[in-house]
């Protein structure tokens, strides 16, 4: 997922008005976010299984796309409003 990730973050947002450094500390604060974000959900989905049973992997795989969406979707527009504020302090100056 993560190489989903680093691939539309970077084809979407490198080609925004902004710093490269500024766009390549939020990509890697994405990475970690990202690795952060599959620990805990697949260390839930092991809990999960352990008392529900082996049926419960089917319903992690299924969620897991929708879970991984959240996060990207909730960092991407963090992101487009740390460049887009970055882009007024240039035009205000």
Aim: proline fraction near 2%.
């Amino acid at each position: 997922m993560l190489t989903i990730f680093n691939f539309l973050f970077v084809s979407v947002t490198f080609p925004l008005n902004g710093t490269f450094v500024r766009k390549s500390a939020l990509l890697l604060i994405g990475n970690v976010i990202g690795l952060a974000w599959n620990y805990l959900f697949s260390a839930l989905a092991h809990v999960v299984a352990y008392y529900f049973g082996e049926s419960a992997n089917t319903l992690y795989m299924i969620l897991s796309p929708f879970a991984n969406l959240i996060w990207i979707v909730s960092y991407w527009s963090v992101c487009l409003t740390v460049l887009s504020k970055s882009e007024n302090r240039k035009t205000e100056d």
